[in-house]
């Protein structure tokens, strides 16, 4: 996961990058590149929160599944988090 989500820092970057006529320096383009990372991650934990708030919407009767659902999502952010933060 790591590797994709700095591939995709890195290719948005370059767009910038290009867009502003290849203007940036380096020091430019990894604060952008970290600016992008972080929204990213903000954004793709905002997506898994919605996803457990969904899970746990289900009927009464499917609620011990949601639950192991909901609790997996969080595990899985858990997993994401820590990895991230080794990447800074």
Not at 44 to 66: F, I, S, T, Y
Request: aromatic fraction near 0%; charged fraction near 30%; glycine fraction near 8%.
């Amino acid at each position: 996961m790591p590797n994709r989500l700095r591939k995709i820092a890195d290719e948005a970057t370059k767009g910038i990058d290009e867009l502003l006529g290849g203007g940036l320096s380096g020091d430019q383009s990894a604060k952008i590149a970290k600016l992008i990372e972080g929204a990213v991650v903000k954004a793709l934990l905002e997506g898994q929160h919605r996803a457990v708030d969904a899970a746990l919407k289900c009927p009464e009767a499917d609620q011990d599944m949601a639950h192991k659902i909901a609790t997996e999502i969080r595990h899985k952010n858990d997993v994401l988090i820590v990895n991230l933060t080794s990447l800074r």
